[in-house]
């Protein structure tokens, strides 16, 4: 399973852009690229997710380049309810199997 | 419901106890994960299951740990002898298909406590 590095954590203020950059460079050729939100005391809950290109929905939009080593998720202008961890997972399907594997993720706080 | 459930959402439970915690997954959802989360740590995988088999048990520390999943439905997480290093969130999470291209819908949670 391809590991993936993120920082730990990134400071914002509401209105403002953010960018979240994970790494994965040993990234398999059929592996899809998704991004996680967690808050407190709650399951994490899907985000967004991607195999190249760009992909956008209501809440993010998901940047990933050409040789897919890495991958930006991209908040725009976040609120003070953005505050959470964003994990970035790397993972594919093999002969109908997959699993989850979550890194530590990046601890997003939003002041006013 | 429309989504995953698990019960209970609180344990407390004396050191050396068994305790089993409970997820039932969104009805027709074949995949189902287990994971433990420590306080203010990341998720850590347990077992997954592909409908009621487990391709995938690397996760369970040690063999206190067991789980099992009756067909396409509720899965059981039962922790033997229970220790104070097992104290946690369990988190249960469920998808459509193993394909990595889809969503995983996790539940809230159990939080156990052993004392």
């Known amino acids: 399973l391809a590991k993936t590095t993120q920082p730990i954590s990134m400071d914002s203020y509401e209105g403002q852009e953010v960018n979240i950059t994970c790494s994965h460079n040993?990234?398999?050729?059929?592996?899809?690229i998704t991004w996680y939100q967690q808050f407190p005391s709650q399951g994490p809950r899907f985000i967004i997710q991607g195999y190249k290109t760009k992909v956008t929905n209501e809440v993010a939009s998901l940047f990933i380049p050409a040789d897919r080593k890495s991958s930006t998720l991209s908040l725009p202008r976040v609120s003070l309810s953005d505050t959470a961890v964003y994990y970035c997972?790397?993972?594919?399907?093999?002969?109908?199997?997959?699993?989850?594997?979550f890194g530590k993720g990046t601890m997003l706080l939003v002041s006013p | 419901g429309a989504g995953v459930s698990q019960s209970p959402s609180n344990k407390v439970t004396e050191k050396g106890k068994d305790v089993e915690l409970r997820c039932d997954p969104i009805s027709g959802h074949t995949a189902l994960y287990w994971y433990r989360q420590r306080l203010g740590q990341g998720l850590e995988f347990l077992i997954y299951?592909?409908?009621?088999?487990?391709?995938?048990k690397s996760g369970l520390p040690s063999d206190r740990f067991s789980a099992e999943r009756t067909g396409e439905s509720v899965s059981t997480l039962t922790i033997q002898r229970t220790q104070q290093e097992d104290s946690a969130v369990y988190l249960c999470?469920?998808?459509?298909?193993?394909?990595?291209?889809?969503?995983?819908?996790f539940g809230q949670g159990t939080r156990l406590t052993v004392v």
């Open positions: 997972l790397v993972g594919h399907g093999n002969s109908g199997y997959s699993t989850l594997t």
């Open positions: 040993n990234i398999a050729t059929n592996d899809y």
């Open positions: 999470a469920s998808s459509p298909r193993t394909f990595a291209g889809t969503e995983a819908f």
């Open positions: 299951f592909q409908g009621n088999s487990a391709p995938d």
